[in-house]
């Protein structure tokens, strides 16, 4: 699944979109170790349109989700940040504003009625089956969100649905015949699976330091911030369980289970009542920064962390990289307290030495190394290919269900696939972090049974809708420029 999502991270347009709306029930997640900013609110620009930090936010947000429940959810922020999610997150919203160029520059539209009625469609704001514009007001309220901004995400959805529409067209009758043959090859092979284990290699702290020197640039140390924070703490605020039922009622619809199904009061009780004594607080925590800022009281705590550290909120990040030293944010919520944050100093950004980076770059270097090392021991393998000396296989068809040993059924599909999509008799071909070195020995077609042409016409219909839409992104590419305002977003 994870390698699946992230093959397909840039031209399955359609995913994000569902992915968009599916964020809905599930609330925000930060950008962890992440380092960003933004120009007037915007990350970057694409032809004419510009990308809005609060939609990469929500684009993020939902790929972490994605990922977080196909890992069963084990994800955090260090593993989200080697799957590179922002970058993917970017890379969605990057296709989606130049397929909008284009649709705009077609004089494609979306009307007012077609957002309202997609509106209308989205079952989260739906009671008793019919939209309720107090649950859709209620969560546009929560999530500090206009009602237009929202609109204009479904509209851009609606848009490129459009867009991508123009691109369908029906089978044609030699189209069906050649991926039906296609389908129908059968293969036996003899193959080698060779892996980091079946390398001789031992890490060279010399050749370490010399991949450093060449790279030490992208070897930083975070920038950090030396931070005052008064925090005003909620647990003492008292609430009754009238006012805790009232909350829930006015909001059942930000407490929802894992699936997205609303929870009953009784389950999401214990989340009301803390989220009914933070709301009480405001007006302690709102005392308590203006006599911080009159001088009045001392700060609770004196501490420097790493920009986007984990203590704090994204929000509060965001806030805190628009500010200047000596400047004091008004008081955000931070898990169950409010947390009032005056910016002490500022210490920026410097190129670590090679000790302070020895270890993230070794572990770099030795990804690197092995694989040009697995790749020469495969070419040197092809080169001198036994076949007695490998796994000869019976014969394989690319939809069949089949396990290579030593390989999983996952990377069995990804090897078959790669292989029905070759032209080489014999060759190299890699799967996760193995490489399989393969030979043909015997290959025959098998006539196409007559229940197959359902699924031929889906298959011949999947692939040149993906060849359209992969053409058009790289014509898109060329004419619709893309300007990014930050680091960290793009490779």
Avoid: C
């Amino acid at each position: 699944m994870i390698s699946w999502m992230q093959k397909h991270n840039k031209y399955l347009v359609w995913t994000i979109w569902v992915a968009t709306i599916a964020f809905i029930g599930a609330g925000f997640v930060g950008w962890g170790s992440y380092s960003f900013g933004s120009k007037a609110g915007n990350v970057a620009k694409v032809g004419n349109i510009e990308i809005e930090q609060t939609k990469l936010n929500m684009v993020y947000s939902s790929l972490y989700n994605q990922y977080n429940q196909a890992m069963q959810g084990t994800l955090d922020d260090k593993k989200a940040e080697e799957l590179g999610l922002a970058k993917q997150a970017f890379a969605r919203l990057e296709t989606q504003a130049k397929v909008l160029n284009f649709a705009k520059d077609l004089g494609i539209i979306v009307s007012d009625a077609e957002v309202a009625q997609r509106l209308q469609e989205l079952r989260i704001f739906q009671k008793d089956g019919v939209f309720n514009k107090e649950i859709y007001d209620g969560y546009l309220k929560s999530q500090r969100l206009r009602a237009n901004v929202f609109e204009n995400t479904l509209r851009d959805e609606l848009l490129i649905e459009k867009t991508f529409s123009l691109l369908v067209t029906d089978t044609l009758p030699l189209e069906e015949e050649a991926v039906g043959a296609a389908m129908n090859v059968s293969d036996k092979l003899a193959y080698k699976v060779l892996t980091n284990d079946d390398l001789d290699f031992v890490i060279d702290e010399a050749k370490v330091k010399s991949f450093w020197e060449m790279k030490k640039e992208n070897f930083m140390t975070p920038q950090m911030y030396e931070l005052s924070i008064i925090w005003t703490e909620s647990k003492d605020a008292v609430v009754t369980d009238e006012e805790v039922k009232a909350h829930y009622d006015a909001n059942s619809f930000n407490y929802t289970d894992g699936a997205g199904k609303q929870l009953p009061f009784d389950e999401a009780k214990t989340l009301a009542t803390s989220d009914l004594k933070i709301n009480k607080t405001k007006k302690a925590a709102q005392k308590a920064y203006i006599a911080y800022k009159k001088g009045k009281i001392e700060s609770s705590e004196k501490i420097t962390l790493p920009m986007n550290d984990a203590k704090l909120t994204e929000e509060v990040w965001s806030a805190i990289k628009e500010r200047s030293k000596g400047d004091i944010l008004k008081p955000k919520v931070v898990g169950n307290t409010y947390a009032t944050v005056k910016i002490e100093n500022v210490v920026l950004p410097k190129v670590k030495t090679f000790e302070e980076a020895k270890d993230e770059v070794t572990g770099m270097y030795t990804v690197q190394a092995q694989k040009e090392a697995l790749l020469a021991l495969a070419e040197s393998t092809l080169k001198n290919f036994d076949q007695n000396d490998a796994i000869i296989s019976d014969f394989v068809k690319l939809e069949e269900n089949v396990n290579l040993n030593p390989l999983n059924n996952q990377e069995s599909l990804q090897f078959l696939q790669k292989l029905f999509t070759s032209s080489k008799e014999k060759g190299i071909i890699s799967v996760s972090n193995k490489v399989i070195v393969y030979n043909i020995i015997e290959q025959k077609l098998l006539s196409m049974d007559e229940n197959q042409t359902d699924l031929v016409k889906q298959t011949v219909n999947e692939l040149k809708q993906a060849t359209f839409e992969s053409n058009l992104i790289k014509m898109l590419d060329k004419q619709y420029p893309t300007e990014v305002y930050m680091g960290g977003l793009k490779n």
